[in-house]
């Protein structure tokens, strides 16, 4: 069974920064693209960042190119998110994904992704 937990979130102001972690256990292969996904209070689930299984190819949101980095660990499908310069409207519950999808593909799609956390919250005040 594939378990996918996530930590880190907090509340702080705005302008500083979090990071976010992420790890999927219960997978035989080491190597699937990841990513994280946020929804706010009465929006819609978006994606915030993707990466391929290689880590060699990744997907950022708009809102959020140039603050916002996902890396992968050295450990066996562990994901980070650091958020950098963070503004109010990053407020959301944040999610880890994991896809079956390896090599150099970066899905984009939450149906692309088959396992997800529970969630970690990230409060930016003004």
């Known amino acids: 069974q594939v378990q996918v937990m996530e930590s880190g979130g907090d509340s702080v102001q705005a302008g500083r920064s979090l990071r976010l972690s992420c790890t999927a256990s219960?997978?035989?292969?080491?190597?699937?693209?990841m990513g994280w996904f946020r929804q706010g209070l009465g929006k819609e689930r978006e994606g915030v960042a993707t990466?391929?299984?290689?880590?060699?190819?990744?997907y950022y949101t708009d809102s959020v190119k140039g603050r916002f980095t996902i890396s992968r660990g050295n450990a066996t499908n562990t994901v980070y998110l650091q958020m950098n310069s963070l503004k109010p409207e990053d407020t959301a519950m944040y999610y880890c994904a994991v896809s079956r999808l390896p090599g150099s593909y970066v899905p984009r799609a939450a149906a692309e992704f088959r396992d997800w956390g529970q969630g970690t919250q990230v409060t930016v005040s003004s």
């Open positions: 990466i391929s299984g290689r880590g060699d190819n990744i």
């Open positions: 219960g997978l035989t292969y080491n190597g699937y693209a």
